[in-house]
């Protein structure tokens, strides 16, 4: 139920807008998270939301690699949630995947756990040097 779109070939300095629709994912429960996997390597969880009240470690998380150039956000009336991507580089070749699941930690607990119920297909970001 989850789908990416967004992906393309991007010159590195540039920027791309990844969307995943999440119907039927209500983000006042769940955390929507973005992974990616480049090839020959393992998957790795690079930003998630939920607007869930009380978390104790705030409503997004980044993982340094991508922080202060990447942005989750969430459109509610869309059901949807967005990863804007600002001065890729080429290690940020990968398949990005969105994936859902029921708030139930801290999304730095939930981002080191993965174990994420829902996941869609990907899609490929692609950045030439």
């Known amino acids: 139920r989850l789908v990416e779109s967004g992906g393309g070939l991007v010159q590195a300095g540039g920027s791309l807008t990844l969307t995943c629709t999440a119907p039927g994912f209500t983000f006042d429960e769940y955390a929507i998270a973005w992974f990616r996997q480049a090839p020959g390597k393992e998957r790795e969880g690079i930003a998630c939301?939920?607007?869930?009240?009380?978390?104790?470690?705030?409503?997004?998380y980044y993982h340094d690699s991508v922080k202060g150039r990447f942005t989750i956000s969430i459109d509610n009336a869309k059901e949807t949630v967005y990863l804007q991507m600002n001065r890729l580089k080429p290690e940020d070749t990968a398949v990005y995947y969105c994936?859902?699941?029921?708030?139930?930690?801290?999304?730095?607990?939930?981002?080191?756990?993965?174990?994420?119920?829902?996941w869609g297909q990907g899609t490929q970001v692609t950045v030439s040097p």
């Open positions: 939301i939920s607007t869930v009240s009380g978390l104790r470690d705030g409503n997004t």
């Open positions: 994936a859902a699941e029921v708030t139930y930690d801290t999304l730095v607990t939930m981002m080191k756990r993965a174990d994420f119920s829902d």
